[in-house]
């Protein structure tokens, strides 16, 4: 199996696990199959009050058996043709509302690997309201034009790794990260989910 294949597994497993969750919450919901409408940032749309709230499902499935404080959120990476491409967070043709960040996957009986539904023993959810996120990026100093600055400035200089900017504290709100190993060499905001919560822009959801 491929490892783009075992990737495409392991989501489908938990996509099965979060649509248990949303149902024990009692919660109308629809998780979208159609291709188009996940390009647009749709993985679920939840139906609250009346309401339709499309939600981006973002999952740290690379860190299973891993409780990270942190999460990254994409501004820029390169295409299969070594072309730079805007990333998720600021990518005007995405329609998400909020990101459901899926965080602190732990499977049971020791297991390493993710291969059955019922290995899942414990998820965390934290909602994060994509537009609340923004004012807020822009209410500190970093709207996108200025995080698009940061962001030619770490690719010009392969200045990989962690990237402290003056706007965020790296310890305890976020900082900037540039992937060396993968072969879309991102460059992510990497943002600490409890500042989030304590920022009113995000909430815990589940677990």
């Known amino acids: 199996m491929s490892s783009f294949q075992f990737d495409l597994n392991q989501e489908q497993i938990l996509n099965r ?22 390009h647009r940032g749709i993985d679920v749309i939840i139906v609250h009050n009346s309401k339709s709230y499309l939600i981006d499902e973002k999952a740290q ?4 058996n891993k409780d990270l404080p942190t999460f990254t959120f994409e501004l820029s990476y390169l295409n299969k043709n070594n072309e730079l491409k805007e990333g998720w967070l600021f990518d005007g043709n995405k329609q ?21 539904i ?23 100093g970093l709207p996108r034009t200025k995080l698009e ?4 400035d770490i690719r010009t200089s ?6 402290i900017i003056p706007e965020l504290d790296g310890k305890k709100s976020g900082l900037i990260y540039y992937t060396e ?4 060499k991102p460059v992510n905001l990497q943002l600490r989910l409890k500042h989030l919560i304590d920022c009113h822009v995000a909430k815990k959801f589940h677990g």
Do not use: C, M
């Open 118 to 140: 019922d290995d899942i023993g414990t998820v965390k959810i934290t909602s994060v309201n994509r537009k609340k996120l923004l004012k807020y990026l822009a209410a500190i």
């Open 61 to 64: 499935l690379h860190y299973i």
């Open 96 to 116: 998400t509302q909020y990101y459901f960040l899926v965080t602190g996957i732990f499977l049971k009986n020791k297991k390493t690997k993710l291969q059955n």
């Open 181 to 184: 190993h993968l072969p879309e």
């Open 149 to 152: 600055e940061y962001d030619y």
């Open 17 to 38: 696990y979060l649509d248990l969750v949303y149902e024990s919450k009692k919660l109308k919901f629809e998780r979208i199959a159609d291709l188009e409408q996940q």
């Open 158 to 163: 392969n200045s990989f790794g962690k990237n």
